[in-house]
């Protein structure tokens, strides 16, 4: 029998093994047949911020958009993108909101094959100046009535969610005057978690909601178990890994998730970062706290991160229990605290870091279009990374997602 394979089956939590039946319009095999598979989306979310991306598909000009050569780079590697819905910056005025800037970069990326998740839908960073001094009840139906409109009006475009974000820190929060601190300090992290989650979940019960922390210790542990005990549904934790300052090392990421692998709920590396420059001093706490005039990408920098990165993305993907890594921005430009963490100079050329991203992620971990045949029976052999694939035969076309199962079948119409 003729088996189609990706070049790299070695992380056994990321592969299926599937007898494919391929059959026509009216489900009758087609026995020794020629075809043509090839990989159309991982099942594992392997993402990036999509912020820029947002700015091209508006028609917007300047640094924070991307130019069209950028985007086919992002097109070329990533299946995921998380859109920014911070409420300060989506509804600077009361009453109105950015849905229709937002609604268009969604359905720009959902055209192209796309998933796509909202972040965050309620945080005390980035909370609107117009809700300071605002009674604490009143601040909680403008928080409740900001989720239930995103969620809804969005259902069917962006149904993946940051709920709510680092609530380890939420009550008390100093850095700047927000409305949500007082809010969490008066009603409590669990209560805020419930607030999200349960308001997103009205609003479209399909959604996918995450609890999402860069506090990767104990506080965020005993507050994902306060939350589950209390009844709140969760749909994965979300694991921040911003590493300015150095790449942590297989070890510790994966000692990271096997601490939170304990609660039986998908991992979503939600927000990782390596600079391509020199690190940030191992003193700083807050990564918020180190200004420099500037901070560039050097051809030494860039080798250790396109090492890092392999290493990073290898080691993550193979525990069963992470589902999605996303790394946060596509190029140097306009970056995060202005560090070198892109994957492309501020030029828009690739550095070493994407190519060898790619190089795995759609290389060794994919099955570009390869031409078989089908046996006596119309069937063939699949063993590869699982997600979404195309069967192209006899000028026609069907689809199929390759999982756990034994076998399935792919309608050629």
């Known amino acids: 029998m003729n088996v189609v394979s990706c070049p790299d089956v070695t992380l056994g939590a990321r592969l299926g093994d599937t007898l494919v039946t391929v059959v026509d319009g009216a489900g009758r095999p087609l026995a020794d047949t020629d075809i043509a598979v090839a990989q159309v989306r991982h099942e594992f979310w392997f993402g990036n911020i999509a912020f820029d991306l947002a700015g091209l598909a508006n028609g917007e000009a300047g640094e924070r958009s991307a130019t069209a050569a950028e985007a086919d780079l992002w097109l070329g590697l990533f299946d995921t993108a998380t859109l920014p819905f911070y409420w300060g910056q989506y509804e600077p005025a009361e009453g109105s909101p950015a849905v229709d800037r937002l609604r268009t970069a969604a359905a720009w990326l959902a055209a192209r094959g796309v998933r796509l998740k909202g972040h965050p839908l309620a945080w005390h960073t980035l909370a609107p100046d117009w809700l300071l001094g605002r009674p604490l009840d009143e601040v909680e139906r403008l928080l409740r009535a900001r989720i239930t409109r995103e969620v809804g009006t969005f259902r069917g475009l962006v149904d993946a969610w940051d709920a ?44 996918f909601l995450l609890l999402n922390d860069f506090d990767l210790g104990s506080a965020f542990e005993c507050l994902i178990e306060g939350v589950l005990e209390a009844g709140v549904r969760l749909d994965a934790i979300g694991l921040q890994t911003h590493m300015h300052q150095g790449y942590r090392g297989e070890a510790e990421l ?65 525990h069963p229990a992470v589902a999605a890594l996303t790394y946060w921005g596509l190029t140097d430009r306009d970056a995060w605290l202005g560090a070198p963490i892109g994957l492309l100079r501020a030029d828009g050329s690739p550095k070493p870091g994407y190519h060898a991203l790619k190089n795995l992620v759609r290389g060794d971990w994919w099955v570009a279009p390869s031409a078989t045949r089908t046996d006596g029976q119309g069937a063939f052999r699949l063993r590869a990374f699982r997600g979404d694939y195309r069967v192209t035969g006899l000028g026609r076309t069907g689809g199929f997602a390759l999982g756990g199962e034994a076998q399935t079948t792919c309608r050629l119409s």
């Open 164 to 207: 709510i974000n680092e609530v380890v820190i939420m009550p008390v929060f100093a850095n700047g005057d927000n409305a949500i601190t007082p809010l969490a300090r008066a009603r409590g992290r669990i209560a805020m978690v419930r607030l999200a989650v349960e308001t997103a979940r009205a609003a479209n019960p399909g959604a």
């Open 254 to 318: 994966l000692e990271v998730a096997d601490r939170f692998a304990r609660y039986g709920l998908p991992l979503h590396f939600t927000e990782t970062s390596l600079v391509s420059g020199h690190l940030m001093p191992p003193e700083i706490v807050d990564l918020n706290d180190y200004q420099v005039a500037a901070w560039p990408s050097t051809p030494e920098g860039e080798a250790r991160q396109a090492d890092e990165l392999v290493r990073h993305y290898r080691s993550l993907a193979g």
